[in-house]
């Protein structure tokens, strides 16, 4: 009778391996497409609202927040410190790689702060979304990108915690991997609402 040998059954697991990240790819890739949809949508009722205005921005409407900079600057800095917090991984500085995701934490915070302050000048100058179109879009488009940054701070805790516990020290890192596809997405996609926003 042959006995296997202990080696034997290794492809198999690295084939197993191999599907579920590749299966984990294709759902977050999907995932994100469809995220990606909903924000186009968000986008795209936007400007066809400005397209069919006979003025723009409707008389009385307050001018973009300076403070769209900054949040800008801030969530591009956020999707830099995870393509280091990977690259710290890769190259196994596990120091580093918790140095990062915590740095990408504040600036998420900061982000978010600074998004509040944004919503509170818009709101100052006493024009609400239901008076305004463009109060209206700026707050929907703002708004909706803010509560996804903030449901991304649950799963970049998760990986901060993780990291500092030593996980990403060898070959598994497809869960920062994954935050990291988040957060670039988000970076993106805010480039694209404030770019439609300062048409």
Known sequence: MRVPQAGATLPARSRGRAAETSAARLAMRLFLASLGMLFAAGMIGYLVIRL????????????????????????LA??????????????????????????????????LGAQVLNWMQVAAAAIFPQESLAAFGFFVLTFLHALHVLGGLA?????????????YAGAGREGLHHVGMYWHFLAVTWIAIFGVLSF
């Open 78 to 111: 956020t999707s830099a410190t995870m393509l280091l917090a990977e690259r710290a991984a890769r190259r196994g500085r596990q120091r580093a790689l918790g140095g990062w995701l915590v740095c990408a934490l504040l600036l998420t915070l900061g982000f």
């Open 155 to 167: 799963p970049l805790i998760i990986v901060t915690l993780r990291a500092r516990d030593g996980v």
């Open 52 to 75: 069919r205005a006979p003025e723009w921005p409707p008389p009385g409407s307050p001018g973009l927040p300076a403070g769209l900079w900054l949040s800008t600057g801030l969530v």
